[in-house]
T-cell receptor, first 113, second 112 residues
Framework: KAGVTQTPRYLIKTRGQQVTLSCSPI?????VSWYQQTPGQGLQFLFE???????NKGNFPGRFSGRQFSNSRSEMNVSTLELGDSALYLC????????????FGQGTRLTVV | GENVEQHPSTLSVQEGDSAVIKCTYS??????FPWYKQELGKRPQLIID?????GEKKDQRIAVTLNKTAKHFSLHITETQPEDSAVYFC???????????FGTGTSLTVIP
């Protein structure tokens, strides 16, 4: 069974640009969540999508958005990039039930210069 | 929202000793508490979890305890081995999907 796949693995962007990250969940997983990981801050929840609908949202500005497609693949978009957006962005997929194990992807390392 | 605090931030133990990591949470509605292990350069992976209707759970050398009244839960690793060296994250969640609030992590080093 293939794991969670995130693309690209690395990105370098300039301040003010926008970026789109992609996540393909494990087959059969309809819940996809996104987290931002930075040193000292741990993992901070961005949002969760389930059946193409945003089910939960964290405390991030509106520049961070996402969507989910009918095949459960998800994308995350960050507009007007700031230096502070540099981080590892992790996607996790779970079975449809709540409070189940989150399977993480390898992450996308975003560097904003 | 939920706030999860984790201590210590770094922990060094001799091989064979025990390691304990503690977390507290603020929202009494949280009812699911997983622990993730993240080795350097790798993705976080679930090592054990506990639900609010259980006080303790054990899996070989790893155990987790939960005190709902005090709103804290702990990870216990016995007979530590060098391969246990990693960053450990605790998390808390309510029954509203798969939204996890993570602690800031504990970097565990097991000295051979």
């Amino acid at each position: 069974k293939a794991g969670v796949t995130q693309t690209p693995r690395y990105l370098i962007k300039t301040r003010g640009q926008q970026v789109t990250l992609s996540c393909s969940p494990i087959s059969g997983h309809r819940s996809v969540s996104w987290y931002q990981q930075t040193p000292g801050q741990g993992l901070q929840f961005l949002f969760e999508y389930f059946s193409e609908t945003q089910r939960n949202k964290g405390n991030f500005p509106g520049r961070f958005s996402g969507r989910q497609f009918s095949n459960s693949r998800s994308e995350m978009n960050v507009s007007t990039l700031e230096l502070g957006d540099s981080a590892l962005y992790l996607c996790a997929s779970s079975l449809p039930a709540t409070n189940t194990e989150a399977f993480f992807g390898q992450g996308t390392r975003l560097t904003v210069v | 929202g939920e706030n999860v605090e984790q201590h210590p931030s770094t922990l060094s133990v001799q091989e064979g000793d025990s390691a304990v990591i503690k977390c507290t949470y603020s929202d009494s509605a949280s009812n699911y508490f997983p622990w993730y292990k993240q080795e350097l350069g790798k993705r976080p992976q679930l090592i054990i979890d506990i639900r609010s209707n259980v006080g303790e759970k054990k899996d070989q050398r790893i155990a987790v305890t939960l005190n709902k009244t005090a709103k804290h839960f702990s990870l216990h690793i016995t007979e530590t081995q060098p391969e246990d060296s990693a960053v450990y994250f605790c998390a808390a969640s309510k029954s509203q999907g798969n939204q996890f609030y993570f602690g800031t992590g504990t970097s565990l080093t097991v000295i051979p």
